[in-house]
């Protein structure tokens, strides 16, 4: 019921944006728990994580890295061209930016089979056997924290999707990018996330 | 959608249905108040499977032995207990009920910033609480850690935790965007005119929960998401078998589930800061200090969490450190405790029932608070660990904080939201007995802890018996209270006495609207003058 007050009228550009930063807050945090709990097995673990850390194929995640940051910048485009009124063009742009994500999660799909095809995976036999218990947390951690950033790909692709239809349908337009805006600002974060797990796994070793 | 010029300006939010019709009216209702009534019931109902739970332990305890249940029943009992009274009860408590139906309308606002999302909280606590009664219903044996969820344990019981530590990172979810909600609607909604500095206090005591749920919540969600994981699959963080450390996951719970008291008590605080002033009929002394000790207690309330395990293992620097820090805390809580006193001096007291309530919050919280120094100092920290003294302290904390604060506002707020006014006899004999009943119940608590009994077992030495007995009595008195105060309200929200927009002459926004408040809450936004203040009494 009172949607209908709100919701055609009480339209509030500045208000859905900060409660999109307070969100952006949050998963920040999640996020920050994680690297918490990465820094101290890191800091006692030193050389296991250094061996285990070899393991990871660096073209990949260096590929999905650049991919991550292209589709950055084609939702930002898409943004700009939402306000220049060119809803063609915001299409497309965002259409690229969906499929990159894909492609990020197809890339990452290999990259995790071959992991479990060395047997390298939560809970397999053959970590416990062969592996010391620094490496079988860094490989812990590398699912959990990979893993929970696919996730949110995943929730960017449904955000895009949602957008998507809104802007077909011509209820985000230039006068009302919230939406949009909010999805844009969400996928740098995702972005953001991923600057920081691909050195902490791939690059330091 | 229709256009909101023919929602009527003269018809409650009780009457008004909008598109739906009947219970679908309220479950799918995004009107602010509709929900936080949702939140009340749901809530109320929840409550009395815990208050169930709480009564058999107190029963369990009445003798030493086996009286009722065997070791491993309580300690699914004290779990579920726990799990229900602080995800569901008290962390959401006052935010959810009060917070949502009086905070528009206190800052001049016709709803929350984004109403939908408010909505999606509720049945985003409703799956939560499913979530953790499934636990217990199905599955091997009900959750026997604790809510804690402390590791190891978490994960090699062969109890059905995995619901159980879902529901409680969902209803995390739930508080999370009720806090952001709440954040957005009082940057964003505040009636012109209305500055920082002339928001009234319960306003202010929900922004300072809120960020507190916003930044100490996720934390715990990724824990209780990593527990899971480690039961699932072995991940090896937080077991030791596999290189990991299980105090690493008490500091990362209780650097959520400090500040979560505080999400708990600033609330409550607040609700107090609003009936004080309203029954001396005076403005509230130290207004401004009032506000910052606020603020302080949310920010200093981040840096104690490690006061919790000072005999799990940690250096001496670290423990003087969280020792000393809690007592900081204790400086802004003292301080409202004397504005609260100075606001009664000289003022013109109108003894009523929301007063009672409040009066007896500020014994309660004095004697939680104090008990708290006390397992706040080191030495005595390590002779009380695992207590019942401890047991005592965090209920009269908790349930002292929150449920005499809780009791009150709706003592005090009952009218503006059912348009009612409850038997004022009853209302006072059930706070009475209540009253009576929690003392009785709590108070051995303090003195059995120091004597040596621990906490969270089902049986005790013979010495212990007498003291016991007189907390189960307690219990029982409590309960009764309780049920008076519950029926009364019920009874009178039906067939109660009409009351009047203003019936105790309050000052701040919610008392200028009608009772019950029409769907959109104000015809004209108010506004606020130079000299326009949240309390101005004459």
Known sequence: MSQVIHHDEHYDPEGSKIGMWLFIFTELLLFGGLFIVYSVYRYLNADAFHLA???????????????????????????????????????????????????????????????????????????????????????????????????????GLVIMGFALARIQKGTVHADRPSLLENAGLYWHLVDLIWIFLFPLFYLIT | MQASSKIPTDVSYLEYEGKHKGLLSWIFSTDHKRIGLLYLYSMMTLFLVGVILGLAMKFELIAPGKTIMEAKDYNAVFTVHGVIMIFMIVIPGLPAVFGNFMLPIMIGAKDVAFPKLNLLSWWIYITGAFLVIISVLFGDGSPDTGWTFYAPYSFKTGANMLPAIFGAFVLGFSSI??????????????????????????????????????????????????????????????????GGDPILYQHLFWIYSHPAVYVMILPAMGAISEIIPTFSQKHIFGYKVLVVSTLAIAFVGYFVWGHHMFTSGMSGTAQYTFSILTFLVAIPSAIKVFNWISTMYKGSINVQTPFYWAASFIFVFLIGGLSGLVVGALATNVYLHDTAFVVGHFHF????????????????????????????????????????????????????????????YYDYLEEFHAANILSTLGSWVMTLGLIIVIINLFRSAKSGPLAGANPWNGKTLEWTVPSPPPVENFDEIPEYKEHDGPYEYQ
């Open chain 2, 397 to 456: 904390i908790v349930f002292g904080g929150v449920g005499f604060s809780f009791f009150g506002a709706i003592h005090y707020w009952f009218p503006k939201m059912f348009g009612r006014m409850y038997d004022t006899t009853w209302a006072n004999v059930g706070w009475l007995i209540f009253t009576i009943g929690f003392l009785a119940l709590y108070s051995p608590m303090f003195y059995l802890g120091m004597q040596g009994m621990p906490r969270r």
């Open chain 1, 53 to 155: 850390a070899e393991e990871l194929n660096t073209t990949v995640g260096a590929l999905n890295t650049v991919i991550l940051l292209v589709s950055s910048m084609t939702i930002a485009m898409s943004t700009t061209a939402l306000q220049k009124k060119q809803k063609a063009t915001t299409i497309v742009l965002l259409e690229i930016t969906f499929m990159l994500a894909l492609i990020f999660l197809i890339n990452k799909y290999f990259e995790w089979g071959v992991k479990f095809d060395h047997g390298i995976f939560p809970g397999s036999e053959f970590m416990k056997a062969e592996m010391s218990q620094g490496e079988v947390l860094f490989f812990g951690l590398y699912f959990v924290m990979t893993g929970l950033h696919a996730l949110h790909i995943v929730a």
């Open chain 2, 177 to 242: 965007l009720t806090g952001l909600n709440f954040i957005v609607t009082i940057h964003r909604l505040r009636a012109p005119g209305m500055t920082w500095t002339k928001m009234p206090l319960f306003p202010w005591s929900l922004y300072g929960t809120a960020w507190i749920q916003l930044l100490a919540t996720p934390i715990v969600g990724i824990t209780l998401v990593l527990v899971a994981l480690e039961r699932i699959f072995g991940i090896g963080v937080f077991d030791p078998t596999l």
